[in-house]
Nanobody, 119 residues
Framework: QVQLVESGGGLAQPGGSLRLSCEAS????????MGWYRQGPGMQRELVAS???????FYLTSAQGRFTISRDNAKNTMTLEMNSLKPEDTAVYYC?????????????WGQGIQVTVSS
């Protein structure tokens, strides 16, 4: 019912910046929480940042101060501005959205997008 499509990402040098975007489409009236997860080589998947419908944000400690998450509810989009990138930020990043369905919600995922930080 809901499709999430990521864009952006790619290759950046240490200290550089990248911007990830996610667009939601399909059948829904609202989205609760949205967030970005990542899974790097040899690492578990982890939540990098999330943002609630009202704009409340959460950041992974290592991302706080470097990354900024935002959303535009009118456009059904979410972005992650990544600054001061480090090699350990290298991972596949996944857009996630919690969409209400009846008395519960469904967790949707994008296909993932590669971010590589290397000199």
């Amino acid at each position: 019912q809901v499709q999430l499509v990521e864009s952006g990402g790619g290759l950046a040098q240490p200290g550089g910046s990248l911007r990830l975007s996610c667009e939601a489409s399909g059948t829904f009236d609202s989205i609760y929480d949205m967030g970005w997860y990542r899974q790097g080589p040899g690492m578990q998947r982890e939540l990098v940042a999330s943002i609630a419908e009202n704009g409340y944000t959460f950041y992974l400690t290592s991302a706080q101060g470097r990354f900024t998450i935002s959303r535009d509810n009118a456009k059904n989009t979410m972005t992650l501005e990544m600054n001061s990138l480090k090699p350990e930020d290298t991972a596949v990043y996944y857009c996630n959205a919690d969409v209400p369905s009846g008395d519960h919600f469904i967790d949707y995922w994008g296909q993932g997008i590669q971010v590589t930080v290397s000199s």
